[in-house]
């Protein structure tokens, strides 16, 4: 894959793809440990619950990644793990009278639902902690081997003092980690923050069988086993949400050296975290939402444009006005998509191929080379989605509209095929950025834009025949002659997020920003069915 892509573009070396790497706390240029692959891992859920929109930003955020190095030329492996065992599984599955591996199992599912509802591509693989205990307890033994763990009652500890550079990647001082707050208080550890790699079975818990005797793994020493196994010790990226800086990711660190002295990670990336009114959410304050409540009132494509619309090591803020505005701009992408595609087909229909390739529109070829360029600066720059889908892709959108408008003129038929091959082309580019954020549908744009319209029915609590009814009103309203109350009748329609447009003798509508939700959001006055004080952490691993 990589030998085809270098026909046809720049050198790695001349790409200079950066990225901020956490461990180094800068921009660095990106450069694989084998040339033409990437090996990528990132902690992926707790599956006790369905996903929330901090799931949903790490996810996205990693699949634009993924997609990005595929459009690079690079073959990845990439990893994401689910932890299908542990505490809060186990709580919530007491909680419902369930199973707790068959209550974990069923949220597995759930999440790859929502991943495929937001157009996130499968990893390569997704390991789950149940069936990985060998390579843990493999990697556990290693490191008790090399006398950076202990037993202590069927319960194994890392000894943090065993690592010298303990903190390297939070900026954790060793003496400042206070039993009780991020580490469990036990007064067998040696040090206060030790950490379980293996708890010792409880009654009624699920638990397998290990040189320590039955048990189950800590939370960290999943990510070191199943990384090591699908990727090595030694890998180019792990990725996950700023929240799991530390302890996680430290605590990573220090197992994968502890278990094998030359373990290594490339890059290590975070995304930052959802909130609202600029406070991150948390579960302890039960102040956040699932990613199907979005879904429910919003078009995944609305809700992923959502999530990459701030810099992903940014805080993203939500409110239901960027929601809103993500979905008007999802709706006039894909409906100028539709207009160029019906557009290039009816002309097609009626003319054959002249097999000649006819000349495009400078015009045309400006923007294409200026969206391209554009693009491909922004995302070598750290991943920086939020600025792309403003700027030079809207005057590719532009582009194509006025393409649209000059083939409705009579025209000479040279200049006819050069607009015609000028729409083909532009549409060809606006895909291809669309392809690589993943915001291009498999489904065909008129059923994309039905839905979106559905989606603005349901937020406005509307139906078609209320629609109807209503511009039967302004129908009537402006034969009588009252265009004050046909102004009124569109205007409240409007606040609901229906734009009403005359066409004649005839209205049609679109979904629009609802003016009085822009009021509202102002005020931070609260929506009409989601919450607009809620944000939620990068990922669900505290």
Known sequence: ????????????????????????????????????????????????????????????????????????????????????????????????????????????????????DLNCLLPTHQPRVTDHMDQIKDMITQIINNECGYVVDGDVFFAVEKSPNYGRLSGQKLEDNRAGERVAVDSRKRHPADFALWKSAKAGEPSWDSPWGPGRPGWHIECSAMSAYYLSFKFDIHGGGIDLIFPHHENEIAQSCAACQESSIGYWMHNGHVTNNHEKMSKSLNNFFMIREATESYHPMALRHFLMSAHYRSPLNYTVLQLEISSDAVYYVYQTLHDCN?????????????????????????????????????????????????????????????????????????????????????????????????????????????????????????????????????????????????????????????????????????????????????????????PTEQSVPATDKQ
């Open 1 to 116: 894959m990589a030998a085809k892509k270098q026909n046809d573009a720049k050198t790695k070396e001349e790409i200079e793809f950066r990225v901020y790497n956490s461990l180094t706390q800068q921009k660095e240029v990106f450069t694989p440990r084998v040339t033409g692959k990437v090996g990528m891992y990132v902690c992926g859920v707790t599956s006790y619950a369905l996903s929330h929109l901090g799931h949903a930003r790490a996810a996205v955020i990693f699949d634009i990644l993924y997609r990005y190095l595929k459009h690079l030329g690079y073959e990845v492996i990439y990893v994401r793990n689910f932890t299908d065992i542990d505490d809060k599984i186990i709580r919530r599955a007491n909680e419902v009278g369930e199973d707790p591996l068959s209550l974990s199992s069923r949220f597995c599912d759930e999440y790859l639902k929502d991943m495929g």
């Open 342 to 530: 019906h557009a290039v087909e009816k002309f097609q229909e009626g003319n054959q191929p002249s097999g000649k390739v006819p000349k495009i529109d400078p015009t045309a070829q400006s923007r294409i080379n200026d969206l391209r360029i554009d693009f491909e600066s922004k995302m070598k720059d750290d991943l920086n989605t939020s600025p792309i889908l403003t700027g030079e892709f809207q005057e590719a959108l532009r582009a194509i509209n006025g393409f649209l408008n000059k083939l409705k003129k009579k025209m000479q038929k040279p200049q006819q095929l050069s607009v015609i091959h000028s729409l083909i082309e532009l549409e060809k580019e606006v895909k291809r950025v669309l392809d690589i954020l993943g915001l291009l549908s498999s489904d065909p744009y008129s059923t994309v834009l039905q839905q979106l319209k559905e989606k603005a029915l349901k937020r406005a609590n509307l139906t078609e025949d209320d629609l109807l009814r209503v511009n039967e009103e302004r129908k009537t309203a402006r034969l009588n002659k009252e265009f004050e109350k046909s102004d009124q009748l569109r205007t409240e329609l409007t606040a609901k997020g229906i734009a009403l447009m005359d066409v004649g003798e005839d209205s049609v509508w679109r979904p629009c920003v609802p003016v009085v939700k822009e009021v509202e959001a102002t005020q931070d006055a609260p929506p009409t069915k989601l």
